[in-house]
């Protein structure tokens, strides 16, 4: 710091040094040294005394604004004490009209109570209304006449109370009457689109063969994201076709429309039987579903197989010469090619061959049989599964929202239904493919039976 200072002492002097030599450069004698040095001082007088002028200027105008704006704070103090004066009169007033007004009113403020709370059930309806879509603006209107009804300012005329009759009589009247108009529809892409629209009362509306529904907070009607069956579809574009004055036509409508068909939408967006099955399988359910369609597909395959041996074994009965190409045509080729063998060794022979033949006949049994037992037991296996996710839910979430443990539930009786559903088919083609299996080893039976017996009568009859 000190260094600082001495530094800035130095330049000072040098700057004053350098000046001095400056002047002492410009004068050529002290004479006119000293002339100069009072022409200085007389200029620079002159300066201060026109700083100081200005100075006292200043504060000249500073004192007189100070004393503009108190001035200005005065005034403005005592206009606050006469607004106040005036605010506490007002209200003094006021009080007394609003008394004189209640007076003047008498039975009429019970009136205007009850058309208040009367309106105030009927603003509810109006804004989900199907018949709101087509005439907009009533619940607005609504609202103005119950902010009046309950106003201590404002009045009631007649021409309010009659709005609200007519409005009363205009739901009334058109939710018996089927009309056509042309208004917005919102899409379920997001666009809106203006169409022509059926309207059934305050039940349904239809356009382009979709149901509609409306929501007073949209304020326009939108095509539900799912429609009803095909037939119902299909009556709904009729009504939309039909000429005025035709006479009935059949649709489907729901019967709570008040609320422009909420029970419609629900039943519609119930899941289908896809949804489920895709929805509350989970990993087991699927696992069973894939086995049960290859035990179909096997059973299927071998009921076509044994269907075509057994129409080539028929045949073969009602052949005389034995053919390769079927089991009972090669089981009587083994008793051709023993013509002499013995009764006892012919039948060795013949069952043999039959029992060559029975793999073939029951190949696959097997395995849809096990897929008929083992759909079952995957159909518990899930549902033991759901059911411990149920109870972990439990205990992690408690048991106060039933919504929690919906999907393990799901999981546990969608399993179920599903290896029943898998059991019930392949128990069923199962049993048909052995019967037709057993009907062609039958048939080798009889036939190499029959074929032993004729060859014991004839060596009967050469004995004797």
Known sequence: MRLITKFASAAAIFAMATGATQVLAQASSLSELLNMVESDAVAESDDYRERLQEFQDNASRQQQILDTTNTRITDQETLQQQLSDQFEANQIIIADKREILRDRRGDLNELFGTLQGVAGDFLSNFENSLISAQYTGRSEQLEVIIERAGSTIEQLDIADMERFWFFMHQELTESGRVVSYNGDVALPNGDTANRQIVRIGAFNAVSDGDYLSYNGDIGHLQVLPRQPTADILGAASGLQAAAPGSGFTRVGIDPTGGVGGQVLANLINFPTVEEQVRNNSGTIGFIIIGVGIVGILIGFFRLLMLTLTSVKVRSQLRSEKPSKNNPLGRVLLVAEANPAADTETLELKLGEAILQETPALESMLTLIKMIATIAPLGGLLGTVTGMIQVFQQITVYGAGDPT??????????????????????????HTVVKSRSDNIIHILEEQATGMIAEKAERQAGASA
């Open 404 to 429: 929690i443990m919906a999907g393990g539930i799901s999981v546990a009786l969608m399993t179920t239904v599903l290896g029943i559903c898998v059991a019930i088919p392949t128990i069923f083609m």
